[in-house]
């Protein structure tokens, strides 16, 4: 997300340096993001954004060595002091197609499961996905043939032949969409009220603005063909949020409880 484009060989801990009027909230907290496509529109533009893979984005947070950042959402439901803005997120209302299980015989035959060690809220959804078909919780297994694999690297697999489609199951499965990741403030954001909805507009401005105009991000990406980047942003991502949305997370978070992860809510701002 967060590599508005590169490889993400070369997005780690990247650091991607912008000029913003001063003045602008976003000038006053730090911002990270996943080093995903998918992050580009929300990211794009802004200053100093640092990434790194959920896990660390989740250290960082935790650490203050960041403020704000796009973030998968199952990192936030053990920590009751961050906050996850309710506007914005990396979501899908069907088909992600950079969030699978690949698998070699029918899905509700999955015994073993490989999980990504980079997404916590992949991998929940993924036992939720298999358990639901199997009707037995998958042994996790580093050897296992079906495997979690998401983000850019998903896009070198065909979901129709190779495997299941995440989003897609969890729309089949409950009738709701899937928010994969959010903007989530860390304690010292979540604690100052006046930044923190100054934050959530200026988010939305460069969003919009992102959007309105897809031909820099699409044309400067490496990922995939523009085309394909644009039909991405287009029609797989999900950006703004509604009550639909909420509730999809909401439901999410209960059932990851039910599995023992997490409180069984999302701390919206």
Request: with cysteine.
């Amino acid at each position: 997300m967060a590599r508005t484009a590169r490889s993400s060989s070369r997005a780690r801990d990247h650091v991607v340096e912008r000029r913003l009027n001063p003045d602008t909230p976003l000038s006053k907290v730090r911002i990270a993001s996943v080093p995903y496509l998918n992050a580009a529109p929300l990211v794009h533009g802004l200053p100093d954004i640092r990434s790194a893979v959920p896990s660390k984005l989740a250290h960082w947070l935790d650490s203050g060595e960041c403020d704000l950042a796009v973030l998968s959402i199952g990192a936030a439901l053990e920590r009751p002091d961050w906050r996850v803005l309710p506007d914005l997120g990396v979501a899908a209302d069907g088909a992600v197609r950079t969030v699978l299980v690949l698998h070699p015989g029918p899905l509700d035959k999955i015994r073993r499961l490989r999980l990504d060690p980079a997404s916590r809220t992949s991998n929940i959804l993924a036992r939720i996905v298999v358990e639901e078909a199997s009707g037995a919780a998958p042994e996790i297994a580093d050897d296992a043939q079906a495997r979690v694999v998401i983000g850019d690297p998903a896009f070198a697999h065909d979901p129709d032949r190779e495997g299941t489609d995440l989003a897609l199951a969890w729309k089949r499965l409950t009738g709701l969409p899937m928010v994969f990741a959010g903007w989530i403030a860390g304690r010292r954001l979540s604690q100052d009220p006046i930044l923190l909805q100054e934050t959530r507009v200026a988010l939305l401005e460069a969003w919009r603005a992102n959007m309105a105009d897809l031909t820099e991000i699409v044309e400067s990406q490496a990922v995939v063909a523009p085309e394909t980047a644009r039909a991405y942003f287009q029609e797989n991502i999900h950006y703004p949020l509604d009550e639909r949305f909420h509730a999809g997370a909401d439901l999410f978070a209960r059932k990851a409880a039910a599995l023992g992860f997490g409180s069984g809510s999302v701390p919206w701002a």
